[in-house]
């Protein structure tokens, strides 16, 4: 049976005054689901991949053109049930394109080519050390693992309350103002992920259903070589040897969030 938004709204004024229950460490508890879907197993499998620090480069030298980010976007969108809605306002994005400016509004260096001002980025949840968006949850429904930095989303909490889409400075998080299963293509729904609900909130999670079974994230998978993802923890990883090596950029450092998404250019 379906708990009401108002037994969910005491369960967020208890969480609230800190007397609530712990956070989740499942991603997507076995309880009843908002989607209508089986629940995909986000606990690690023993081929899981792991680390300290889940990080990711976008080496935005290797992209060509806006063209070589659809792929990348439609392998995200595809393997995670991201409706296709026309309206801009209702539209649903776990990882799209941003112009630099948008992008990166405070990052000022005098010394950047004129050019990389003018190129579009790929944007998407930083997965911040600092997230603000966790401590707007009032009912944990969004929480950070420890164990490897990812910030996650248990979608059967949301209550819809979009806090934590206001706590972003990203705009990394969706709403679903309607229900989104009438738009995502019969053909390409996949079983394994579950679809969502009107009123819940979502975004990308890292793939922390593929990491749990051995796979790399799939925007990687799709990119060519132009994203890199590993642990930013170990000094041998090809994250942090790029990142050591190479002037990246991150966005709005200013903020204090430390997000876990690097740029270079
Ligand atoms: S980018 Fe936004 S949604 Fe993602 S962890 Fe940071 S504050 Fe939260
Ligand atoms: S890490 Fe996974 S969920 Fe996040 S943008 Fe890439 S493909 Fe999408």
New binding site residues.
């Given amino acids: 049976m379906k708990r009401s938004r108002r037994s969910f709204l005491k369960i967020a004024g208890i969480s609230a005054l800190g007397i609530g229950s712990k956070p989740i460490l499942n991603a997507f508890s076995a309880s009843a689901p908002q989607g209508d879907t089986p629940q995909p197993a986000v606990m690690r499998k023993p081929e899981a991949l792991t680390a300290k620090h889940w990080a990711?480069v976008i080496d935005t030298t290797k992209f060509k053109s806006r063209d070589d980010f659809k792929p990348?976007i439609e392998?995200?969108?595809s393997?995670?049930n991201v409706p296709e809605l026309k309206n801009k306002n209702h539209e649903i994005k776990?990882?799209w394109e941003e112009g630099y400016k948008h992008a990166f509004p405070t990052l000022e260096n005098p010394y950047f080519e004129e050019k990389v001002k003018d190129l579009p980025f790929l944007v998407?949840?930083n997965h911040c050390e600092n997230p603000p968006c966790v401590r707007a949850c009032p009912t944990k429904a969004t929480f950070k693992r420890e164990s490897d930095g990812i910030v996650l989303m248990d979608f059967h909490r949301c209550i819809g309350c979009r806090f934590c889409m206001a706590a972003c400075p990203y705009g990394a998080r969706s709403f679903n103002f309607r229900d989104p299963r009438p738009f995502i293509k019969e053909e390409k729904i996949n079983l394994k992920f579950p679809r969502r609900t009107k009123g819940v909130v979502e975004k990308?999670?890292?793939?922390a259903e593929?990491l749990a079974v051995g796979q790399l994230?799939?925007?990687?998978e799709?990119a060519n070589g132009a994203?890199i993802?590993g642990d930013l923890a170990d000094p041998d990883s090809d994250v942090r040897k790029l990142v050591s090596t190479n002037y990246t950029i991150r966005r709005k450092l200013s903020l204090g969030t430390s997000p876990s998404v690097y740029y270079i250019v």
């Fill in positions: 990711m990348i392998a995200c969108h393997i995670h776990w990882i998407l949840c990308c999670n890292f793939c593929r994230p799939a925007c990687v799709a994203i993802f």
